[in-house]
C-alpha cells in the first residue's frame, strides 16, 4: 500500500518512464487501494490511468476509467473534491472519443462542483482546462474565452501540481527527471 502511495503521491507514473512503465504502477496502485477504504487515493490512481491512456490515444479505456474513478469518489459518502477532478477526467476522455456535447456537459459539472467547494487543492486547473476545452469543441468561443479568463487568474492558486497535471492533460510529454534527482 505504501509502494502504490507513493507511486500517486509523487507522479512516479510520469517522471522519466515509458508510458507502458507509468500504466502499469497506476494500475498496481488502484488495485492497492482497492477495498482498503482509501478511496479519495484509489479515485486519483484511477485518474492517473485515465490520463496516461488518453495519452498512449486509448480514449475508450480512458473513460472506463474515469468513470470508476468517479463511480468511487461518489460512494457515500462523496469526496466532493475527488468528483469533480474526476468528472473532468472523464469530460476530457469523452470528447477524445468524439462525443462533445457530453463532454461538455461533464466539464460544465465538474466545474459548477469546483465553485461549489470554492476550489480544491489538486485538479482545480485540470477542470479548468476540461470547461475550455469542451467549450471549444462545441464551438462556444466566448465561452470558452471567458473560461480561458477564469483559468489565467486563478491558475496560479492551483499550484505546481495542478500545473503539472495541467502540462499531462494538454497530451504534453512529461519532462524526464534529471539523473541528478533520482
Not at 515509458?18 to 504502477?25: F, K, M, P
Not at 496502485?29 to 482498503?36: E, L
Amino acid at each position: 500500500l505504501l509502494d502504490a502511495l507513493d507511486v500517486v503521491c509523487s507522479g512516479r507514473a510520469w517522471d522519466g518512464l515509458r508510458a507502458e512503465e507509468g500504466l502499469a504502477l497506476e494500475q498496481a496502485a488502484v488495485a492497492a487501494f482497492a477495498g482498503t477504504g482509501a478511496r479519495r487515493m484509489e479515485a486519483a490512481a484511477l485518474e492517473y490511468v485515465a490520463i496516461i491512456q488518453l495519452v498512449r490515444g486509448e480514449a475508450v479505456a480512458a473513460v472506463a476509467a474515469a468513470e470508476r474513478a468517479v463511480a468511487v469518489a461518489a460512494t457515500d459518502p462523496p469526496l466532493a473534491a475527488s468528483v469533480a477532478s474526476s468528472t473532468a477526467v472523464l469530460a476530457r476522455a469523452v470528447l477524445a472519443c468524439g462525443d462533445a456535447g457530453r463532454a461538455c456537459a461533464l466539464a460544465r459539472r465538474a466545474h459548477a462542483q469546483l465553485v461549489e467547494l470554492g476550489g480544491i487543492d489538486d485538479g482545480d486547473a485540470v477542470i479548468r482546462l476540461a470547461l475550455v476545452e469542451a467549450l471549444r469543441a462545441v464551438a462556444s468561443d466566448e465561452a470558452a474565452a471567458a473560461a480561458r479568463c477564469s483559468t489565467r487568474s486563478t491558475s496560479c492558486a492551483a499550484g505546481a501540481r495542478g500545473m503539472a497535471c495541467a502540462t499531462i492533460w494538454a497530451s504534453r510529454p512529461p519532462t524526464p527527471r534529471p539523473a541528478w534527482r533520482s
